[in-house]
């Protein structure tokens, strides 16, 4: 079965102002695009790996043919982050979480404003191109930052919520201004999704 890039819940144009129209086409259907074909083309000659889900692959890495194995890790891990990322966002959307996304915040950062400083943080001091993350480490929620396209999911840890910090995410409107971006991303933040993400991981799905 071969991967497939998802089509946007929503417009290109959704998330104006915060993200420009033209950064969501290209975004994904240039750059997710490309890294589904290569995960694609790299899974070609290993037919037994074809059946398995995108989470499979990841979670499984060390079982991957190591002669496709970093491919798998930038074009499935591209693949991977970048379906969760456009789920997670959404129009009209932003505010601070509730219910059981307040209180594992709560419990793991003090409060949300606390959260928001870590991702911050870690979205700054990603140098180059990466992701920083609220993950799921089983027991409670982490903030990490993972270089390039490498996923939170072969570390054993789930992403429940990811801000892409690599360039293309936001050069066209915010040129080198990366903090800034991230502060308006919070807007588009659809708390929802993250909110069944989090009951996912917790369940063990
Ligand atoms: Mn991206």
């Known amino acids: 079965m071969a991967h497939t890039l998802p089509a946007l819940p929503y417009a290109f144009s959704a998330l104006e102002p915060h993200i420009d129209a033209m950064t969501m086409e290209i975004h994904s259907q240039r750059h997710h695009k490309a890294y ?60 601070e979480p509730t219910g059981a996304v307040a209180e594992a915040v709560k419990g793991a950062f003090g409060d949300f404003a606390a959260l928001k400083a870590k991702v911050k943080e870690n979205a700054l001091g990603q140098f180059g191109s990466g992701w920083s993350w609220i993950v799921w480490d089983g027991t409670k929620l982490q903030a990490v930052k993972k270089p390039n396209q490498d996923s939170p999911l072969m570390d054993g840890l789930v992403p429940i919520l990811g801000v892409d910090v690599w360039e293309h995410a936001y050069y066209l409107k915010y040129q080198n201004k990366r903090a800034d971006y991230v502060d308006a991303w919070w807007n588009t933040v659809n708390w929802k999704a993250v909110e069944e993400r989090l009951a996912n991981a917790k369940a063990g799905k």
């Open 36 to 95: 589904v074909d290569n995960l694609n083309k790299a899974l070609e000659a290993h037919p037994d790996f074809a059946s398995k889900s995108i989470e499979e692959l990841l979670r499984g890495i060390k079982s991957v043919p190591e002669g496709v194995r970093q491919a798998v890790i930038n074009n499935g891990g591209g693949h991977h982050n970048h379906a969760l990322f456009w789920t997670i966002m959404g129009p009209g959307a932003g505010g």
